[in-house]
């Protein structure tokens, strides 16, 4: 019932930089954060970034200091600067709700491709 559409990816040179965004195709009642995972092949899904509703953030530890993740509403951004090949990944936006039941629902956009290299 809620789907994320996603945009930005691409091929960058390493040390370039590149913004992903993300929005819900409407509004949400109980957003409980946003943000961004990603995947390689061979590789499990890591989280990147998240933002919770009250403005917290959360970072892999390997892009802190050269993402930053910001949200409006039920649109999500990931500005990544600095990019280096490790970052070569499917990225996929995140949202997570709870609705009148207190119930927790995860939905997740179909990725973005982002390839770093020369």
């Known amino acids: 019932q809620v789907q994320l559409v996603e945009s930005g990816g691409g091929l960058v040179q390493p040390g370039g930089s590149l913004r992903l965004s993300c929005a819900a195709s409407r509004g949400i009642f109980g957003l409980r954060s946003m943000g961004w995972y990603r995947q390689a092949p061979g590789i499990q899904r890591e989280l990147v970034a998240t933002i919770a509703s009250g403005g917290s953030t959360n970072y892999l530890d390997s892009v802190k200091g050269r993402f930053t993740i910001s949200r409006d509403n039920v649109k999500v951004y990931l500005q990544m600067n600095s990019l280096k090949p490790e970052d070569t990944a499917v990225y996929y936006c995140?949202?997570?709700?709870?609705?009148?039941?207190?119930?927790?629902?995860?939905?997740w956009g179909q990725g973005t491709q982002v390839t770093v290299s020369s």
């Open positions: 995140n949202l997570v709700r709870t609705d009148f039941s207190d119930r927790t629902e995860v939905y």
